[in-house]
């Protein structure tokens, strides 16, 4: 081996030992530095069962059913369970020295001084002191001891809250089924219009089923002025859904009784709701009774209450505080089943037709005048008959003058069921005024009259039978 081989030799040798050397320093300064800052540590003994805190903004006690100094039911539920939740295991970070002087950290007088009451019977106190200002966490003690920890912004925040902050904005629970058509029963909307009554067809009475036979499959009737309406589901939808998940923009007050709610003007407010809801798929779904009364602040914004609970929100005011009667109305003013029907009766022009109806559901036979007519023919010439509608001119109670142009008389066979008879009437050369068994509230095209006699004849001659006008 020459002498310039062993060289390299020892020199490698050489900087392995320093190498050696130089980690295990290391790793006892590691050591030394550990021991000097304890690793952090997780808290929390699980399911918390209250929280009792002590703040800038006062004291209040928090706990699963809400908070004790507000109303029931005013806690927003989520936020509540959110934070028992968090505070049922919490971690911390590395501790600073014991020996410190507390108030560098804001803990000698604390911004929070916080009790929690675990299910298991043990408690934490936890004081909390200033904002770190690199983290955004905050300095924190845990009961007696006096090692310092830095606590999570997240859960320190939740500790600074105050009881307003707890409150729910949600005044109205979101709906549960698949549509808000299906969660309303009945309702009665007080507006600066008036008063607008609307009944669930879901499960009628003998009067409301005889009345549903005008309008064949409906969800709700409206009901007018001596009259009932099938109600129009896309403006009734619009307006149920403002009945749901009615959600504030603030609280303006709570814990008022009637006389409270009455100097705020809820004792003749602007605008009310009651209503009832089933709001659930499940067959044995409660029945909910909600009201609803609302005042006006400004074209956008009013304030609201619900129920008996003395509370007053502010929020953009809700569609169903300017419903609109003659928009809930259906545009079409009858539509009955064909199947349930024994006649339809028709005068126009001097000409009167009765069309007789028999025959099963499944294959009706039609008659008129003791001769039988074309089912297929017959079906399209019923479509034009039911597609008498408003065009939306809403009339108020008119009073028609004169003879009416044309008269369409649904007889029924249930004889319980009174006959439907619409009578069209002149107003100018294109309108006519439509009494519905004797209210006239809306008006339609003249058209329709001139393309029904047009179909009359195609019906008695084979002509086409035009079902547009």
Request: glycine share 8%; hydrophobic share 40%.
């Amino acid at each position: 081996m020459t002498r310039q081989v062993r060289r390299l030799i020892f020199t490698a040798a050489a900087l392995v030992v320093v190498a050696a050397a130089g980690w295990l320093l290391l790793r006892q300064g590691e050591q030394k530095q550990q021991a000097a800052q304890p690793q952090g540590r997780t808290l929390g003994f699980g399911a918390v069962e209250q929280v009792r805190i002590s703040n800038a903004e006062g004291e209040y006690v928090l706990a699963s059913q809400g908070v004790d100094v507000l109303p029931e039911g005013l806690a927003a539920d989520e936020l509540t369970a959110l934070t028992m939740e968090a505070l049922a295991s919490f971690a911390v970070g590395q501790s600073i020295n014991a020996d410190v002087d507390a108030a560098l950290y804001g803990l000698e007088e604390p911004n929070v001084d916080a009790t929690i009451l675990y299910a298991s019977g043990q408690s934490l106190r936890v004081r909390l002191g200033k904002r770190e200002s690199v983290s955004g966490d905050y300095y924190c003690r845990f009961d007696d001891e006096t090692e310092i920890y830095l606590l999570s912004q997240d859960i320190a925040e939740r500790l600074l809250l105050s009881p307003e902050d707890y409150i729910s904005l949600q005044i109205t629970p979101a709906c549960r089924t698949q549509t808000s058509l299906s969660a309303v029963t009945d309702a009665r909307l007080y507006t600066p219009q008036g008063e607008i009554s609307i009944r669930s067809c879901a499960n009628p009475d003998e009067e409301t089923r005889l009345e549903m036979l005008s309008f064949g499959a409906v969800t709700h009737l409206v009901d007018g002025p001596g009259i009932v309406h099938e109600m129009d589901r896309t403006y009734g939808q619009e307006i149920f859904d403002a009945l749901f998940n009615l959600c504030a923009t603030e609280v303006v007050a709570y814990g008022l009784d009637e006389a409270g709610l009455a100097q705020m003007g809820f004792d003749q407010p602007d605008a009310a709701a009651e209503f009832f809801m089933r709001n659930g798929e499940e067959p044995d779904t409660p029945e909910e009774r909600w009201v609803l009364r609302v005042v006006f602040e400004d074209g956008e914004n009013a304030l609201i209450t619900a129920n008996d609970s003395g509370v007053v929100y502010r929020a953009p005011r809700p569609a169903f505080a300017s419903a609109q009667y003659e928009q809930l109305v259906m545009r079409w003013f009858v539509s009955p089943l064909m199947t349930d029907l024994r006649a339809l009766c028709v005068e126009i022009d001097g000409l009167e037709r009765v069309y007789e109806i028999g025959g099963s559901a499944a294959q009706p036979e039609i008659y008129c005048e003791g001769k039988a007519i074309d089912l297929t023919r017959f079906r399209s010439f019923y479509t034009l008959a039911v597609s008498a509608a408003s065009n939306g001119d809403y009339m108020g109670i008119a009073q028609p003058q004169g003879e009416p142009v044309l008269t369409l008389r649904y007889r029924y066979k249930d004889e319980q069921k009174a006959d439907d008879v619409l009578e069209m009437y002149a107003m100018d050369a294109r309108t006519l005024l439509v009494s519905v068994n004797s209210v006239a509230e809306f008006a339609m095209r003249r058209n329709y009259a001139d393309v029904f006699m047009q179909a009359i004849e195609a019906l008695e001659t084979g002509g086409e039978i035009a079902q547009t006008w």
